[in-house]
């Protein structure tokens, strides 16, 4: 099974500065990764896929890069609406399986 | 715009099956190439895949889980089902059900499902 590592586990920032999140996976998974926000009490919202495809209706200031088994999701600046949860996602093909990272929690400094 | 919802079980006693049904509108699950999951999210384990669905019926299970899960469909009612049989305290989640396209592109707003006697 391939494990996804996430870091920082928290990220604590002021509203405008820029937030950089890590996704580590422990085997190759070329682009197949997505990103997600989740806020208290709502359903994840998907961010990006295939690593740096920004979903419908996802603002600019959110960019997601990297291939194999590093990647990042960037924030250039924080709005107040940015603090929440964010995980990230890959999955194969065959066997099919899919696995979520552990999170990364950016918070108001 | 595809809507999806869960039912809402809330508490199950240990050993029993916990049974769910996510009933879909804006579209219908048996058209298209799309996949219909159901994923958990617990305390202890984070975001969790359990298995899914593809239009056509063929379904594809977490091994973790596989042998305590079924995930059906009745088009009729344009609905999928989770059946999860003998639950403990560690299948205490929300459990969310979702719709992937290449990924988890629609959720519904989530169930919280108890495991308690």
């Known amino acids: 099974e391939i494990v996804l590592t996430q870091s920082p586990a928290t990220l604590s920032l002021s509203p405008g500065e820029r937030a950089t999140l890590s996704c580590r996976a422990s085997?190759?998974?070329?682009?197949?990764l997505a990103w997600y926000q989740q806020k208290p009490g709502q359903a994840p919202r998907l961010l990006f896929y295939?690593?740096?495809n920004r979903a419908t209706g996802i603002p600019a200031r959110f960019s997601g890069s990297g291939s194999g088994t590093d990647f990042t999701l960037t924030i250039s600046s924080l709005e107040p609406e940015d603090f929440a949860v964010y995980y990230c996602?890959?999955?194969?093909?065959?066997?099919?399986?899919?696995?979520f990272g552990p999170g990364t929690k950016v918070d108001i400094k | 715009q595809v809507q999806l919802q869960e039912s809402d079980p809330g508490l199950v006693k240990p050993s029993q099956t916990l049974s769910l049904t996510c009933t879909v509108s804006?579209?219908?699950?048996?058209?298209?190439?799309?996949?219909w999951s159901w994923i958990r999210q617990s305390a202890g384990k984070g975001l969790e895949w359990i298995g899914r669905?593809?239009?056509?019926?063929?379904?594809s299970y977490n091994p973790s889980l596989k042998s305590r899960v079924t995930i059906s469909m009745d088009t009729s009612k344009n609905q999928f089902s989770l059946k999860l049989t003998s639950v403990t305290a560690a299948d205490t989640a929300v459990y969310y059900c979702?719709?992937?396209?290449?990924?988890?592109?629609?959720w519904g707003q989530g169930a919280l499902v108890t495991v308690s006697s």
């Open positions: 979702a719709l992937q396209l290449g990924y988890f592109d629609y």
């Open positions: 804006g579209g219908s699950i048996s058209s298209g190439s799309y996949y």
């Open positions: 669905i593809y239009t056509s019926g063929s379904t």
């Open positions: 085997q190759s998974i070329s682009s197949y």
């Open positions: 295939d690593a740096s």
């Open positions: 996602q890959q999955r194969t093909n065959w066997p099919p399986m899919i696995t």
